[in-house]
């Protein structure tokens, strides 16, 4: 069973920046894709960033694109998300997930963290 815990939400004033973290049980995390989605009040999950096993190939919703990176440590089973230029319809809870395959996906994601809330004010 994987584990996925999220850090690093709060609240945040519009322009400034925050960094959320994924810590992942397991000895599978470096074999995997890594995910971050989000949920706004009333809108269905979406999808935000992915990063592929080796951190090679990243992705991004065009509406984060130049503001958010994906990054991980595999040594530590770690994935980040580092948000500048935050902007209020960033508000949401944000979720880690794992995906179901190596490479870089938008959509194959099987485990899932329990989220964490990223206010901005403006």
């Known amino acids: 069973q994987v584990q996925l815990v999220e850090s690093g939400g709060g609240l945040v004033q519009a322009g400034g920046s925050l960094r959320l973290s994924c810590a992942a049980s397991g000895r599978t995390f470096s074999m995997y894709a890594m995910g971050w989605f989000r949920q706004a009040p009333g809108k269905e999950r979406e999808f935000v960033a992915a990063?592929?096993?080796?951190?090679?190939?990243?992705y991004y919703v065009d509406s984060v694109k130049g503001r958010f990176t994906i990054s991980r440590d595999n040594a530590k089973n770690t994935v980040s998300l580092q948000m500048n230029s935050l902007k209020t319809e960033d508000t949401a809870v944000y979720y880690c997930?794992?995906?179901?395959?190596?490479?870089?996906?938008?959509?194959?994601?099987?485990?899932w963290g329990q989220g964490t809330q990223v206010t901005v004010s403006s």
């Open positions: 990063i592929s096993w080796s951190g090679a190939s990243t």
């Open positions: 997930a794992r995906g179901r395959v190596a490479e870089v996906t938008r959509t194959a994601f099987d485990y």
